[in-house]
T-cell receptor
Framework: QQQVKQSPQSLIVQKGGIPIINCAYENTAFDYFPWYQQFPGKGPALLIAIRPDVSEKKEGRFTISFNKSAKQFSLHIMDSQPGDSATYFCAASNTRTGANNLFFGTGTRLTVIP | NAGVTQTPKFRVLKTGQSMTLLCAQDMNHEYMYWYRQDPGMGLRLIHYSVGEGTTAKGEVPDGYNVSRLKKQNFLLGLESAAPSQTSVYFC?????????FGPGTRLTVT
């Protein structure tokens, strides 16, 4: 049973477009929501993360929007570039357990066309 | 500062063979994790450790064992490999919230 549901599975946008990737969760104990970026042949790397006490967080061209009541969060990439082409994973964890085990979504393969 | 390293990078096993994957980190992190990544399924936690000498089961622990005898190393063992264990395996370490991932090991079981 997937604890974090992610959509779409793949996404193709033109350079400069704003791809949006959506995630939903059920476990209200989750209190940490990171996004990881993975390039082919590499391990995932943290891109940006949010806690549920804020509704939005921006870091450069990347923005997380968080809707606690709907139990949904999304990643927006402003002014997307071909170098952003990668697979993106959302994740969630309950940091109060101590181990901070992450539950990942199934991933979105983003292609940015020049 | 190498971060998280994994050996080997690739391995092919026959059904029933055993092997050990090694993960090493040089960041003095307490927490270490083993994941497997399969197409369309994201990353799933196999086992994890919150400190030297401790291990615990994750989401998909069956068929795997782990050991953390030294703080910097986390070993993942397959005692009797099965084709269902064909996957890419990632190790990660963490000193807080962010997890740092290694480059992965691609394992094929025939």
């Amino acid at each position: 049973q997937q604890q974090v549901k992610q959509s779409p599975q793949s996404l193709i946008v033109q350079k400069g477009g704003i791809p949006i990737i959506n995630c939903a969760y059920e476990n209200t104990a989750f209190d940490y929501f990171p996004w990881y970026q993975q390039f082919p042949g590499k391990g995932p790397a943290l891109l940006i993360a949010i806690r549920p006490d804020v509704s939005e967080k921006k870091e450069g061209r990347f923005t997380i929007s968080f809707n606690k009541s709907a139990k949904q969060f999304s990643l927006h990439i402003m002014d997307s570039q071909p170098g952003d082409s990668a697979t993106y994973f959302c994740a969630a964890s309950n940091t109060r357990t101590g181990a901070n085990n992450l539950f990942f979504g199934t991933g979105t393969r983003l292609t940015v066309i020049p | 500062n190498a971060g998280v390293t994994q050996t080997p990078k690739f391995r092919v096993l026959k059904t029933g063979q055993s092997m050990t994957l090694l993960c090493a980190q040089d960041m003095n992190h307490e927490y270490m994790y083993w994941y497997r990544q399969d197409p369309g399924m994201g990353l799933r936690l196999i086992h994890y450790s919150v400190g030297e000498g401790t291990t615990a089961k994750g989401e998909v622990p069956d068929g795997y064992n782990v050991s953390r005898l030294k703080k910097q190393n986390f070993l993942l063992g397959l005692e009797s490999a099965a084709p269902s264990q064909t996957s890419v395996y990632f190790c990660a370490s963490s000193g807080g919230y962010e997890q740092y991932f290694g480059p992965g090991t691609r394992l094929t079981v025939t």
